[in-house]
């Protein structure tokens, strides 16, 4: 089946400091990517709308200017997370369908984020 | 605005015992729905998925869900569970837009 990539796989910083994370579509194009976050015990929460071209979309609640994504080509998507605070430490997870909404949606393995 | 809720944080069951995930959604059109299951260190991995057609759908590992329009349900079941079936269940609702939303999960722990 299709496959996604994250890099790095877990990362740790300082605070103030900004992370980039990588997503990427190994044999598959994606025009939309999604990211995610997962804190401890808890579920997905859906963060943005990454788009192939455009502005990505982000959800409610979400700081645009926290969160800055870029979705460079058809198989890469970019989460950087700007002067990093340790509440910002989560798992982030990105995904992107294959084609169709009725297609399925695969997952990258995620990124343990840590901030100090 | 679609939503799922799994009423079940934690269940343990006996190896080579029968286990049922529970999944309610609320949403206003026809649900896309989904299950995926995720170990630990690991990336969710679609068990599942149901748009149309049989309600009864059949999944990878043995799992399979049965979708209940009149009870907004989306059940998982397994006849016999394997201690690998051990991980965290999350059952998820998905839109035109691609978007899916979550339920909390349900962490299923299988004892010997």
């Known amino acids: 089946g299709a496959v996604v990539s994250q890099h790095p796989s877990r990362v740790i910083c300082k605070s103030g400091t900004s992370v980039k994370i990588e997503c990427r579509s190994l044999?598959?194009?994606?025009?939309?990517m999604f990211w995610y976050r997962q804190f401890p015990k808890q579920s997905l929460m859906l963060m943005a709308t990454?788009?192939?071209?455009?502005?990505?979309?982000?959800e409610q609640g979400v700081e645009k200017d926290k969160f800055l994504i870029n979705h460079a080509s058809l198989t890469l998507s970019t989460l950087t997370v700007t002067s990093a605070h340790p509440e910002d430490s989560s798992f982030y997870i990105c995904s992107a369908p294959t084609s169709g909404v009725k297609e399925t949606q695969y997952f990258g393995p995620g990124t343990r984020l840590l901030v100090l | 605005a679609q939503s799922v809720t799994q009423p079940d944080i934690h269940i343990t069951v006996s190896e080579g015992a029968s286990l049922e995930l529970r999944c309610n959604y609320s949403?206003?059109?026809?649900?896309?729905l989904f299950w995926y299951v995720q170990s630990p260190g690991q990336g969710l991995q679609l068990l599942l998925k149901?748009?149309?057609?049989?309600?009864l759908v059949q999944g990878i590992k043995g799992f399979e869900a049965e979708f209940k329009r009149s009870q907004s349900s989306f059940n998982l079941r397994k006849p016999s569970v394997h201690w690998s079936d051990a991980a965290e269940y999350f059952c998820a609702v998905g839109s035109n837009d691609y978007k899916l939303s979550f339920g909390a999960g349900t962490t299923v722990t299988v004892r010997a």
């Open positions: 149901y748009f149309s057609g049989d309600t």
């Open positions: 044999d598959f194009q994606a025009t939309t």
């Open positions: 990454s788009n192939e071209g455009s502005k990505a979309t982000y």
């Open positions: 949403y206003g059109a026809t649900p896309y």
